[in-house]
């Protein structure tokens, strides 16, 4: 009959695809781990530093997507959990209370571990400090486990005898499920990712734009941007407000085919413009573009700035945009 041994690979696989929010029981496997570490069938100190390596590249990659869209990116893992306002509420009040410690922690907290990776790189936390919080986070995480299968290993001999006596049926039966599962959830993120997508001009390529009178209609959002700085100048220069709401509602909206949509807040991470490009695809604009880090990046670069927003009326009578009033 066939057996089915666990292998230093299949842990660090298991581990892996756990760390990538699969259903994949990786807290069994190194429990499993520590206890043939026990018997002399595996080494709980190569167990322990194989299983931060995948820790830290699946929160890595979570980290690097926080960094990259900001808190959308940790709505998008929500919408795979039964509760997504709760969970998304339930992370940043635990990352304001506790900060970057929370790392350190994070993988014993169900609901959490999967969230505190891109709620770090959505709130700045520096690279270097994220990684090392990060690992030692994962050495406690795996290490508690294994230490659990080392010290229970006795206990455990039935359920390993078990698998091992049907780890065939038992691996087909579990890991079919799991593969569909997975295929699943990578279309869906991935189709996500792609919203995520939106292109982006530098204020200096906007600037110049703007210079040589091209066809661009600059849309400012700070009214409605929660980070907005209150003493911040009021606009880049030809820029008119709008309502992003009104926006995602209006039908009357006109935008010629040869002028482009530059959107703007005062958030680095583009947020708010995000979502309003997001939203102005879905309604058939797409040439559409984010300046990049917004109001705060305009004003580093020295780029003048205006006291108050264009009307409306003067922006569609230079380009032909037609867009709802406040």
């Not at 410690?101 to 936390?125: M, Q, R, S, T, W």
């Not at 982006?200 to 390529?205: D, E, G, K, L, N």
Request: proline share 7%; aromatic share 8%.
């Amino acid at each position: 009959m066939s057996h089915l041994e666990l292998t230093y690979t299949g842990v660090l696989l298991a581990v892996l695809a756990n760390q990538l929010c699969l259903p994949v029981p990786s807290v069994v496997v190194l429990m499993a781990a520590g206890a043939l570490s026990a018997h002399g069938r595996m080494s709980a100190l190569i167990l322990v530093p194989l299983s931060v390596l995948p820790c830290l590249g699946a929160d890595g990659l979570w980290f690097w997507f926080g960094r990259r869209w900001g808190l959308q990116a940790l709505r998008v893992l929500c919408r795979f959990t039964s509760d997504p306002r709760g969970h998304a509420e339930n992370a940043h009040r635990k990352f304001r209370r506790f900060g970057m410690p929370l790392l350190c922690v994070a993988k014993f907290l169900p609901g959490l571990d999967g969230l505190i990776p891109p709620l770090a790189g959505a709130e700045g936390v520096p690279l270097a400090a994220f990684l090392v919080l990060d690992a030692v986070g994962s050495i406690l995480w795996s290490a508690a486990y294994v230490a659990l299968g080392y010290v229970f290993s006795n206990q455990l001999d039935l359920a390993i005898k078990w698998v091992n006596h049907f780890g065939t049926a038992l691996g087909i039966v579990i890991g079919l499920p799991i593969v569909l599962y997975a295929g699943w959830r990578g279309v869906v993120l991935a189709g996500m990712i792609r919203k995520l997508r939106v292109r982006r001009i530098s204020p200096v390529v906007l600037y110049k734009k703007l210079k040589s009178n091209s066809k661009v209609a600059v849309l400012d959002l700070l009214e409605f941007d929660e980070e907005t700085d209150p003493h911040a100048p009021a606009a880049v220069p030809g820029a008119f407000r709008v309502d992003p709401a009104r926006l995602r509602e209006s039908p009357q909206i006109f935008v010629p085919e040869d002028v482009q949509i530059v959107l703007y807040c005062s958030s680095e991470r583009d947020i708010v413009s995000a979502r309003v490009a997001i939203a102005l695809q879905r309604i058939g604009i797409d040439n559409v573009w984010v300046l990049e880090g917004g109001l705060r990046a305009w004003r580093e670069k020295g780029l003048p700035v205006s006291q108050s927003p264009e009307a409306p009326e003067a922006v569609a009578e230079r380009v032909g945009v037609r867009l709802p009033a406040l």
